[in-house]
């Protein structure tokens, strides 16, 4: 009761005049309640940012100059700061280093007042769930390309891309921030915008280009309204960064926007072709696209110091048999960086630094399957100077977001989990970072994905190793079937180690998968052929699988499953043929069969199963009897069911096998390496089993003996192909390989003719 009303009331007494109360003295009762927690942001505990700012807000103004954070990850502490924002809410923010998957735990201390000085309860918490890849859902229409992203100063993603509508295309920006989506505006465009990019200016106000009607477009963001500027010019396509635009045209016209909101400009560069795919802008600026002339195409880029523009280094392409290259540009400081598709018998994706006018190429193809197609890729540059790269993949029919970070030396996955979060196949994506941490926007299925990554900071191991038993197989009585095994069921026993090869044997274009089986407690060691040895009771098992309709991994079936297993005495191989309904596959007899099989289109595609003896031809001693488990073609990435990892340090880490530090095989679709280094790795993986000092002795094929050492030049004519018996035995039937083919390899037929039309001499 507040002091002095309860003797008003006393002195009343019936019959007494009522008091006047507009004269009375009006007593405020005191503030004793102290501040609660009225809301955290982001609400969804499920799906965090590492980098999300994490709102406490109160249900009235606070003074939080005495209040402490602490938080944790996984159990290990997180550094945290807070600020006051307003006069109602800390705001949270980890240190911008923090990495990693698991709980993430946020707790107030110290001492949080109301102005009345009522201390709030310090009971107070936020716990989330965080995982490696946070994909926060939005819902704003169809998509039909790559939305455009680029984060702000506070760590807020703006992303704009088209989306189609009944009154036509139109392009839609949102803003991410504090586990929230908000549509920025009404939707833009008059029905067909293209080529939509977007930017922050100096004032951190977002900025929105695209091309539509011949002319470029761009709005400026006021904070409730997008404001139209002026149109920079007359053209196909635009690119943005910051406050600067390049329009393409017949030329390219590159402006930047003054205080007068008028474009200066910077200057015009001219194209000596037509232009493939969309260009690419990064600060500085640089310009960069590609061009085609006649069957040529090039990368050019220019970059502008001092008031002058400076071309560097073109880059030649081999273009593909569909579609088009793609390229992406990032420049940080004096550093500026390229990556891109090209096609060297399959799609690869490469990335270089600018080294003067010139361009370093670093380290190999990107690509987790170099045999597979990797494309459209996006590059950024991280506050290290360190390039990072996100791109596409179709990995043995599976449709996979990857990205990697370069190290100085050598390329790095970044974190193992991919960031692509759906079946379907990403469009090209792009990318951004805040704090180092790569955010990707991509499409899908109609859908726009927008991936942030947590963590962890360094890739983990792709699988942990499951016991083999249940899997076994005897080959002094193969069981009649081979779900009989127990090794299939028909999917793999989860004791079966999966594991892939640099360059692998040519087997008329089947589509392969691998496994090694080891008894539980074993591992493979190194041998004096390089290929490791395996204990007895080992099963080595391979694959061999057709696309019905080639192209389409959803029409994928397996043909043959063939076992290699290690005995007291010695290696044996048999073959198990799948039947046509997929439900089993049988014990072939010792002998060579075939079979065709049916195709989509009408057609058929005859397999090749072999002989037991045959198996044993091949699988020699002098060289194996294991041929693809060697360091030199086990070093590459492997797709751990969307983990993607080292393999080596995988299997080592798993006790599969011993690590190494052994420099990979060439890669035969690599277009940086010569002819002769492909063609070499080819018969590496092709030819050598059989071709070695001993075996057939008469040829060296092994990828380490010098060429003058081969004994190829017998069997080669310089600069003629047509005339060389080796390039004669590689394609045609029969011809070398002499076992296990029927068809001749397009790639060996291009690699042999490339590698022998440019010789003058052969040592």
């Not at 680029?150 to 704009?160: E, H, K, L, R, T």
């Not at 009944?166 to 939707?187: D, K, M, N, P």
């Not at 045209?249 to 560069?269: F, H, M």
């Not at 058929?604 to 003896?613: A, E, F, G, I, K």
Request: glycine share 10%; with cysteine.
């Amino acid at each position: 009761m507040v002091d002095g009303a309860s003797d008003v009331d006393a002195a009343s007494e019936p019959g007494d005049a009522p008091a006047d109360t507009a004269d009375a003295d009006v007593i405020d009762e005191p503030d004793l309640t102290p501040p609660k927690l009225s809301a955290i942001a982001p609400a969804d505990a499920s799906d965090v940012w590492l980098h999300d700012r994490i709102d406490f807000g109160f249900d009235e103004p606070i003074d939080a100059s005495g209040a402490t954070v602490t938080a944790s990850l996984a159990g290990a502490p997180v550094g945290a700061t807070l600020a006051l924002v307003g006069d109602r809410t800390i705001a949270v923010r980890l240190a911008p280093a923090a990495r990693g998957t698991g709980t993430l735990e946020i707790n107030l201390g110290g001492v949080i007042e109301d102005l009345a000085d009522n201390a709030a309860d310090l009971a107070i918490s936020a716990q989330y769930s965080v995982v490696a890849w946070s994909r926060p859902a939005i819902d704003r229409g169809v998509a039909t390309e790559t939305p455009a992203i680029v984060v702000d100063q506070s760590g807020a993603i703006i992303a704009a891309w088209v989306v189609d509508s009944a009154a036509g295309r139109r392009i839609v920006v949102s803003r991410y921030a504090s586990g929230g989506w908000q549509a920025l505006g009404e939707t833009l465009g008059a029905g067909e915008p293209a080529s939509v990019a977007v930017s922050i200016d100096a004032s951190n106000r977002p900025l929105v280009a695209w091309v539509e009607g011949g002319a470029a477009h761009v709005m400026r963001w006021s904070g409730s309204v997008w404001n139209a500027l002026p149109s920079p010019g007359s053209g196909t396509h635009v690119v943005l960064s910051a406050s600067t635009v390049a329009v393409f045209g017949s030329g390219i016209a590159v402006r930047t926007l003054s205080a007068t909101d008028t474009w200066q400009v910077v200057g015009d560069l001219g194209l000596g072709g037509a232009l493939v795919g969309e260009p690419a802008i990064a600060a500085g600026p640089a310009i960069g696209w590609i061009e085609r002339t006649g069957g040529d195409a090039q990368i050019r880029v220019h970059r502008h110091a001092a008031g002058t523009w400076t071309a560097m280094t073109p880059i030649a392409l081999d273009l593909p048999p569909a579609g088009v290259n793609r390229m992406s540009l990032a420049a940080s400081g004096s550093q500026l960086a390229v990556a891109w598709d090209e096609h060297g018998g399959s799609s690869n994706v490469i990335a270089a630094i600018a080294n003067g006018t010139s361009w370093s190429r670093l380290g190999r193809p990107l690509d987790v399957d170099v045999a597979g197609d990797a494309t459209a890729p996006a590059i950024a540059i991280d506050s290290s100077a360190r390039p990072v790269v996100a791109w596409r993949e179709r990995i043995e029919g599976s449709d996979r977001g990857v990205i990697a970070r370069w190290s100085g030396s050598a390329w790095t996955i970044v974190g193992g989990p991919q960031w692509h979060g759906s079946t379907a196949m990403p469009s090209r994506p792009s990318l951004a970072l805040y704090a180092d941490a790569p955010i990707v926007g991509s499409t899908a299925a109609n859908a726009m994905h927008v991936a942030r990554f947590n963590g962890p900071a360094v890739a983990a191991v792709g699988f942990a190793r499951a016991s083999i038993a249940g899997c076994s197989f005897n080959a002094a009585s193969p069981t009649p079937t081979l779900l009989a095994t127990g090794c299939f069921t028909p999917a793999p026993h989860p004791g079966l180690v999966p594991y892939d090869i640099v360059n692998e044997l040519w087997s008329d274009g089947t589509k392969k998968r691998r496994w090694i089986g080891l008894p539980d407690g074993t591992s493979m060691t190194a041998s004096a052929t390089d290929a490791w040895a395996a204990p007895v009771g080992t099963i080595m098992v391979k694959e061999f699988a057709i696309e019905t309709t080639p192209g389409n991994p959803a029409t994928r079936r397996p043909v043959e499953t063939r076992i290699f297993t290690n005995t007291s005495s010695g290696w044996s191989g048999f073959s198990y043929r799948w039947r046509a309904n997929g439900s089993d596959a049988d014990l072939l007899n010792d002998g060579t069969f075939t079979q065709d099989w049916q195709l989509d289109d009408g057609g058929t595609y005859r397999h090749l199963y072999p002989s037991r003896s045959q198996c044993q031809s091949c699988h020699h001693a002098a060289f194996g009897p294991l041929l693809g488990v060697r360091p030199q073609q086990l070093q590459r990435w492997f797709d751990y069911g969307g983990t993607i990892a080292d393999q080596i340090p995988t299997l080592a880490a798993a006790g599969i096998g011993p690590a190494s530090t052994a420099t990979p095989h060439v890669a035969t679709h690599d277009r940086a390496a010569t002819w002769e280094q492909r063609s070499r790795a080819y018969m590496a993986a092709n030819c050598a089993h059989c071709h070695n000092p001993g075996n057939i002795a008469i040829k060296d094929l092994r990828y380490t003996t010098p060429l003058a050492q081969t004994r190829l030049c017998e069997v080669i004519t310089p600069g003629s192909p047509s005339q060389s018996v080796v390039y004669a035995r590689v394609t045609q039937r029969p011809g070398m390989p002499a076992l296990g083919t029927l068809i001749v390899d397009p790639h060996a037929d291009l690699l042999l003719a490339r590698w022998i039309a440019g010789m003058t001499a052969c040592p």
